[in-house]
């Protein structure tokens, strides 16, 4: 039985305001044979320099402390990967740690960056992940993920990562779901959504024009999830630059954009989804208890909390990060989303753990609409665009750098640079990959504040970094 | 052929026979595109991890013996005592102190029904169970947690009763020595070396 002390739901209090200064990322793909590991984040830090019109060098000189997320040592077959890394980008002797909490491996790096500058301890800090997961033939890859789950109780079961997450999955189907096509094909339609996406980011590995019959017509993974229901396995780097209010400032004196505010929150949850005992539902500012008195009436089975169909981390990564950044109500105080969409039926999941719809009315957000870029019923700006990026699906999960990828991504609209960076002309001629003649600009018009959500596995670790225009506080 | 590596302790110290690793020259990687440059080598590796369970050791051996493990707080001082443990859990997650060991091999004979399932085409390398795997996960009454195992005989199906089998012959003394068939399967029907 889970019940809070008073200590534990203490809010998370920043010391100072916390600043995301610059980013930048690397191509994204499920192989990249002509790079080693460090010239992918050697390309990331560079380009977070050149956003701000800097050199390299001039930014490494305002880096203190560093942060690096990378969650799998026996991918690389390299111990201590971050010694490695922070040697070949010349950062030596300064102090630098590693981060490993799985796919959430990039959100907990920029967690520990954000609490390092609003310590005090650093005023300017590198936050650097990576993931290189084609080292291995594809089913050596699924062994190695599903060294992720406990390996006497689960792993043996397959080495199979998708089946210990789809019994998840399953449930949600049949209980949320009611094992309607029409949900089945709300699933199909984000699946089709973020490969859309993805061919709009010259970073991203899988760009599709696809339709719904089309993912329902994949092969089977896991029923019902089919192969285009589910993230990619990927090669690539991200990194952010986090600073303290006066060296934001200086260091974006020249800069197109400004520094935006930071918050990143976290939450976890049991790595075996077997020991997950019942508990209340911890309350977003945007519900009520009385809202889920009848959740097991109108969803026989429903009424387990957290069960096998909510992410209890995820809860309580927004339950700490709304109220640390004064977020009331998502949908209305939010202008973007990018969420850990590993399989589609997990995305739906997470809107109504971050609070996006209640719980059981996830496929709302979908249907109506609010999800798209270009709402396609109405043909207006969608309420709260979502991974527009292409998320794990389209666009890559190089797991340490999927989290800080978002965060990017994020950044991007809210510095109104969306069109700037993800439309040149030369960067996808540099990546070797066509940009399509009906490329579209999917800036959010006026973006002031978005959210990133980093998930590890089946919900043991989960973070919540929130981005904000200084201008545009809450 | 070289023999499979053999531990046992005594003394408290693991005493080794036989080959724990395996010799594999490694190769270069070429690209076919440009004039077969080397771009990289290959790294094989063959390991064998010595690995002990500690205080869940009674559980993987009570699977061969035909007996389901599970564990009880019995702490007076616990706020939530009698808190029923399985998958079998060492110490207790609220109070931390040493769970009493149960037996609960009839409960998950006359009490356990699917929560969730899953049916998964595919595996990863080192599986040895056979495809497509039917993952379900267990709910027993009076229990405060969902086991995750397999159904070897049956469709899944949420709600459905099913029953225990224990690989009594030639155990692996893995978790896969435990595995579940609808209630009703007749024995003729169990797996090679299962038994109810
Ligand atoms: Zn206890």
């Known amino acids: 039985m889970i019940k809070f002390s008073k200590q534990q739901l203490k809010i998370p209090k920043l010391m100072r305001p916390v600043y995301l200064v610059t980013a930048g990322q690397s191509k994204f793909g499920r192989a990249i044979p002509e790079k080693r590991t460090e010239e992918l984040c050697i390309d990331a830090l560079t380009q977070a320099s050149e956003l701000i019109g800097m050199s390299p060098a001039e930014l490494k000189s305002y880096i203190h402390s560093c942060y690096y997320g990378h969650f799998a040592d026996h991918f690389g077959d390299q111990l201590l990967g971050e010694a490695v890394i922070h040697d070949r980008l010349g950062l ?23 609490k390092a500058v609003a310590s005090g301890y ?3 800090v590198l936050a650097m992940g990576w993931e290189r997961m084609d080292e291995v033939p594809t089913d050596e890859g699924n062994f190695l993920i599903s060294c992720a789950a406990d390996k006497d109780w689960e792993s043996p079961l397959g080495h199979i990562y998708t089946g210990y997450y789809a019994v998840m999955a399953q449930r949600y189907w049949q209980i949320f779901g009611k094992a309607e096509d029409s949900f089945r094909r709300t699933l199909a339609e984000i699946a089709v959504k973020h490969h859309g996406y993805a061919r709009m980011n010259p970073y991203a590995q899988s760009p599709m024009k696809i339709t719904v019959d089309d993912v329902i017509n994949s092969p089977v993974v896991a029923y019902p999830l089919r192969a285009l229901d589910c993230c990619l396995m990927s090669v690539g780097a991200a990194c952010a630059i986090i600073c303290d209010e006066k060296t934001a400032e200086e260091m974006t004196k020249d800069s197109p954009h400004k520094p935006l505010r930071i918050w990143v929150a976290a939450g976890s949850h049991t790595l075996r989804p077997a020991d997950r005992r019942d508990m209340e539902i ?13 959740l097991g009436k109108r969803f026989p089975g429903g009424d387990r909390y957290p069960g096998f169909t909510g992410f209890l981390g995820a809860r309580m990564a927004a339950w700490y990060g709304y109220r640390m950044a004064g977020v009331k109500d998502p949908l209305e105080d939010l202008d973007l989303v990018e969420l850990h969409d590993a399989f589609t039926i997990s995305d739906v999941q997470t809107y109504e753990d971050i609070g996006i719809r209640p719980y059981g009315e996830g496929r709302d957000y979908v249907e109506s609409g609010d999800c798209y870029h270009t709402n396609p019923k109405t043909g207006k700006p969608g309420k709260l665009p979502s991974n527009i990026s292409g998320g794990l699906i389209g666009c890559m999960h190089a797991v340490g750098a999927t989290g800080i990828m978002q965060t990017f991504e ?38 002031k504040r978005g959210m990133a959500i980093s998930h590890a596995g089946v919900g043991s670790h989960v973070t919540s970094t929130i981005l904000m225009d200084p201008d545009h506080l809450l | 052929m070289s023999m499979i590596g ?11 026979k036989g080959n724990f690793h395996h010799l594999t020259p490694n ?24 690995h002990m369970y500690g205080g869940e050791a009674p559980f993987f051996e009570a699977l061969g013996e035909g007996k389901l493990l599970g564990t009880r707080c019995d702490n007076p001082d616990c706020e939530y005592k009698g808190t029923v443990y399985q998958p079998f859990r060492i110490h207790c997650a609220d109070c931390l102190g040493k769970n009493t060991v149960i037996d609960m091999t009839e409960t998950a004979k006359k009490k356990a029904i699917i929560h969730t399932f899953m049916v998964c085409e595919r595996s990863g390398a080192f599986n040895l169970l056979d495809k497509p795997i039917k993952f379900i996960n267990i709910e027993f009454e009076g229990v405060d947690t969902i086991l995750m195992s397999y159904l070897s005989v049956g469709e899944p199906e949420i709600g459905k009763k099913v029953v225990p089998i224990f690989r009594t012959k030639n155990p692996t003394y893995t978790i896969l020595d435990l595995s579940w068939v609808l209630e009703g399967t007749p024995k003729e029907e169990l797996p090679e070396g299962f038994s109810f």
């Open chain 1, 92 to 114: 030596d002797p300064l102090g630098n740690i590693g981060v490993k909490t799985g796919g959430a491996t990039g959100g907990s790096t920029l967690w520990e960056a954000v």
């Open chain 1, 122 to 124: 650093s005023d300017c």
């Open chain 1, 282 to 294: 911890p309350l977003l500012p945007n519900e009520n208890a009385d809202q889920y008195k009848d």
């Open chain 1, 410 to 447: 994020v950044a991007t609209h809210i510095w109104n640079r969306w069109a700037e960076i993800h439309g040149d002309d030369k960067r996808w001629k540099e990546f070797g990959r066509k940009k399509p003649k009906d490329w579209t600009d999917l800036q959010v018009k006026g973006a």
């Open chain 2, 6 to 16: 053999q531990v046992f302790v005594k003394g408290g110290k693991y005493k080794l």
């Open chain 2, 27 to 50: 190769m270069p990687i070429r690209n076919a595109d440009d004039g077969w440059k080397l771009m990289g080598v290959t790294n094989p590796r063959d390991m064998t991890y010595i």
